[in-house]
């Protein structure tokens, strides 16, 4: 069961990738990452209003929260933290750089938690999770060659740092997900974490977007903004409730998640009208090789 939902989460993030660079192309950055956290959060607020006035009503539900002190919000708060951080690095990446490119440097985003494990925590890797680095790693000198192809020099490229910054902030919030969801009921975190995310955008857009704001891009208003917190939110729910069944390995689930590269990459080829298609897609090729090495090693 928690498979499914792995890639059912999946499915709608490959949706969710499309829809946040259909809002971005020439628009502002910052208010499409406000707005998104926005209408996140009152997608929730309704089940965090009945946790306080009706819990009996999301007794013994998916749905159901506790409510719970500063002790345990401190954690939600830093996942919120922590997300945003890597969001705003993703959100000007996407903006600026072709989605067949952001795509694939994302899905290598469990190679990278198996690299830090490696470095920081002293762990071995076995035969067939070294073959899915190394299949990575090719990956990314290829799609580095690519795209050069389109001007984009992965050592000097700012938005492609940007990137690759979500991407590790990524993975630490993945293995943070795995701790929390240990602990704490899915909707608790979701729900939360979009609401902090909210209030720590409010200064950022203020201080940062606001005074500039007739300098910079303009901001435009697009509905495919809405669709962005709708596919997200979706996609989270999946991803956080296939976290907190038992049985679920957090290798896994992060390995399926990143198979939305094959919905993105589909939707910038066919809607977006990218270039370098050919080349790109053996990247791809290698990159998801590399993540069925690394599910076979997982599972051995």
């Known amino acids: 069961m928690w498979l499914l939902f792995a890639f059912i989460s999946a ?123 190394i299949l990575a790693l090719a990956s990314f000198y290829m799609l580095s060659r690519s795209g050069k192809r389109e001007g984009i020099d992965f050592r000097h490229n700012k938005w492609i740092v940007c990137v690759i910054g979500a991407a590790l902030l990524g993975a630490i919030s993945g293995l943070y997900d795995k701790f929390l969801m240990h602990t704490l009921p899915p909707m608790l975190v979701q729900s939360w974490y979009n609401v902090y995310q909210v209030f720590l955008m409010c200064p950022i857009l203020w201080l940062l977007w606001w005074p500039k704001r007739k300098e910079t891009t303009p901001f435009r208003w697009r509905w495919s903004i809405l669709f962005i917190s709708l596919f997200l939110s979706a996609a989270d729910f999946s991803y956080f409730y296939a976290l907190s069944l038992p049985e679920s390995m957090v290798s896994i689930v992060s390995m399926v998640r990143r198979s939305s590269v094959l919905v993105s990459f589909s939707c910038g080829a066919l809607f977006f009208r990218e270039k370098n298609l050919r080349s790109k897609a053996l990247d791809l090729l290698l990159v998801l090789l590399g993540m069925i090495c690394l599910y076979i090693g997982t599972r051995g």
């Not at 007794?59 to 969001?87: E, F, N, Q, R």
């Not at 989605?99 to 290598?108: D, E, R, S, Y």
């Not at 830090?116 to 002293?122: D, K, S, T």
């Open 11 to 133: 499915l709608l993030l490959g949706f969710y990738d499309f829809f946040k660079k259909s809002s971005l192309r020439g628009n502002a950055v910052l208010p499409v990452l406000f707005f998104n956290t926005v209408f996140s959060s009152v997608l929730f607020l309704p089940f965090i209003v009945l946790s306080f006035f009706a819990p009996d009503v999301l007794t013994d539900t998916i749905v159901a929260m506790p409510i719970v002190g500063w002790d345990v919000h401190k954690y939600i708060l830093l996942k919120s933290l922590i997300v945003l951080s890597s969001w705003i690095l993703g959100y000007f990446g996407m903006k600026y750089l072709p989605l067949t490119i952001v795509g694939p440097i994302n899905a290598t985003r469990p190679v990278i938690v198996l690299i830090g494990a490696l470095v920081v925590f002293g762990e071995r890797l076995n035969s067939w999770q070294w073959a899915g680095v």
